[in-house]
């Protein structure tokens, strides 16, 4: 059974830093894409970053380039979302999401919630 759990979400003012984690089961490190989501008030689920399986190259969306780094942990099994001068807009629930490569599937997590004051 596949599980992705996030952490580290919070309330932070802006300029601020928060570090998320995911912790994923289930699938064995390096066969998966590991990427972040992220969906405020009233918008559609978006795109934030990637992290690829076979060479751990990355890719953002343009929101959150220079800002935000995606990284991964092979002992922990963990992908992580690195966040700096994050901004109001930047507030929105953050999902983790694994991708095998082995079937178009993508597996989630519950969410955690990312809270930007002015």
């Known amino acids: 059974q596949v599980q992705l759990v996030e952490s580290g979400g919070g309330l932070v003012q802006a300029g601020g830093s928060l570090r998320l984690s995911c912790a994923i089961s289930g699938l064995t490190f390096g066969t998966y894409d590991g990427g972040w989501f992220r969906q405020g008030p009233g918008k559609e689920r978006e795109f934030v970053a990637r992290?690829?399986?076979?060479?751990?190259?990355?890719n953002y969306a343009d929101s959150v380039k220079g800002r935000f780094t995606i990284s991964r942990d092979s002992a922990k099994n963990t992908v992580y979302l690195q966040m700096n001068s994050l901004k109001p807009e930047d507030a929105a629930i953050y999902y983790c999401?694994?991708?095998?490569?082995?079937?178009?599937?993508?597996?989630w997590g519950q969410g955690t919630q990312v809270t930007v004051s002015s």
């Open positions: 992290i690829i399986r076979r060479d751990g190259s990355t």
């Open positions: 999401n694994a991708r095998p490569h082995w079937a178009p599937l993508d597996y």
